[in-house]
């Protein structure tokens, strides 16, 4: 978001913190509901709350990780996806409630705006636009929970915190009615919600991303004549010109340059060198010792899917048609990967010259989204850039320029979300890379449409 939205949100009242739901006490570190809710600017203080809650580890804050408990992507240590990879979480396991707890919060936020907001006396054209944006974010969290969870209970904005807290025992919704709800929130969000929102006010939901996000949960139940026309509402713009359109280049989607391009339909808004941590942890759960901060590597790409990447042909990649035996012989494989060093001066090295010759005829985006065995990478050391090469070998270190993986396993690395250097300091913190994270982009929208 633009730095006037960041000033909303560095403002984001107290009582909107987990936990924090006494609205009519007045102690000096809160604020009371007699001395909020009076004006326009308190109205997109409180929203700017709601879209807060995104960044939570345990809303989105580590999306990337649920990619650990599929075949495109390893992982270890990090927010019990290891415990759900193995199959040993229960329902009690931290992350699973943590999940849970952190995502309702999300859902109060949006309560409470939705309630607080329509009884202030502003003009209606004001409120409107933030009660939809409080339904939209609804919306999406209660998907996040149906997707998680299946049927859960449902809490609208009628319940008060203050009288009802300790009775919140609701008994799970069905599948179908929390999926209905989320329908109704939309519907009322695509009436209100504007078509685009000023410069200064960009990331805020849209009339677009509240389509996008129904055609998705239609998508998800399968209900694909619905799902067809809203996707196609936002492709052909039938209604609106929505102005989204697919970006030149693939990985500036990742980055600065391209992260908040028209191919965002809504993305989690990050900033960094603001003054105070306003991110998501990416650098820290996929980056590597190499990357600001020291990271820790906890979310890696797997070999499968590195595989998956085609020849620039098109044709199916396969490892036999470079290296005889390779699939099937870890001699081989050895041979092919493994370096020798000393204190980081290579002693002896695999054919690295036709190991860039495989990289390179594959389908570009690899490179652009993994750090491939001796490539190389912007990383930072001793306070300072340094480019970092990728070589497989036993007792690599960042001090020699070399990247680490912090378990000594042999794999990929992401260089998709992971900075370079130091951001020329927009990144002072591991735990909040400043990239927007898109939720629903214009190509994942294009895929969906062509699904249905």
């Known amino acids: 978001m633009k730095r006037k939205l960041l000033t909303y949100a560095a403002a984001v009242f107290l009582f909107l913190l987990s936990g924090c739901y006494e609205l009519d006490t007045t102690p000096y570190d809160q604020i009371s509901a007699s001395t909020f809710w009076k004006s326009e600017e308190h109205a997109k203080q409180a929203i700017m709350g709601v879209y807060e809650q995104m960044k939570n580890q345990y809303t989105f804050g580590t999306i990337n990780l649920t ?72 919306a999406l969290y209660y998907f996040h929970l149906l997707d998680y969870f299946g049927g859960v209970p449902l809490y609208d904005e009628t319940i008060d915190l203050n009288t009802d807290f300790n009775n919140m025992l609701k008994p799970r919704s069905s599948a179908d009615e929390v999926r209905q709800f989320i329908l109704d929130d939309l519907a009322a969000a695509i009436e209100h919600l504007p078509v685009s929102w000023p410069a200064a006010e960009y ?39 929505y102005g989204f359109g697919l970006h030149p280049k693939y990985d500036e989607l990742f980055n600065f340059k391209g992260h908040s391009s028209k191919e965002m ?58 290296i005889p035996g390779f699939t099937e012989n870890n001699t081989v494989k050895a041979k092919a990967f493994t370096a020798t060093h000393s204190s980081g001066v290579l ?37 300072k850039a340094r480019l970092m090469q990728f070589v497989v070998a036993t007792g690599v270190n960042e001090n020699f320029g070399q990247i680490r993986n912090n378990k000594g396993w042999s794999t990929y690395f992401w260089r998709k979300f992971v900075p370079e250097a130091n951001l020329d300091g927009l990144i002072t913190d591991r735990a909040h890379t400043p990239f927007n994270f898109p939720l629903i982009r214009n190509a994942d929208l294009l895929l969906m449409l062509s699904q249905a």
């Open 67 to 138: 990619d650990n408990l599929s075949d495109i992507a390893i992982g270890y240590d990090a927010q019990a996806y290891e415990a759900a990879g193995n199959g040993s979480y229960t329902d009690r396991t931290g992350f699973v409630v943590n999940h849970w707890k952190s995502t309702y919060d999300g859902v109060q936020r949006a309560n409470a705006v939705i309630k607080n907001v329509g009884a202030m006396e502003i003009a209606e054209a004001k409120k409107l636009p933030i009660i939809a944006e409080a339904r939209f974010m609804r």
């Open 203 to 241: 990331g805020r939901a849209t009339k677009g991303a509240a389509y996008a996000l129904r055609g998705k949960v239609f998508l998800y139940n399968k209900m694909w004549d619905q799902a067809i026309a809203d996707f196609e509402e936002i492709v052909n713009n039938k209604s609106n010109n």
């Open 265 to 322: 339909i809504f993305s989690i808004q990050n900033k960094g060198g603001v003054g105070f941590p306003y991110g998501m942890p990416m650098a820290f759960y996929l980056g590597t010792r190499s990357t600001f901060g020291s990271c820790w590597n906890n979310g890696m790409p797997s070999t499968p899917l590195a595989d998956m990447y085609e020849n620039r042909d098109g044709k199916p990649f396969n490892w036999n048609d470079y």
């Open 347 to 383: 002693k002896t090295i695999p054919d690295t010259t036709l190991l860039g010759q495989i990289y390179r005829n594959r389908d570009p985006r690899m490179m652009q989204t993994l750090i491939v065995p001796y490539s190389y990478y912007l990383g930072w050391n001793a306070n």
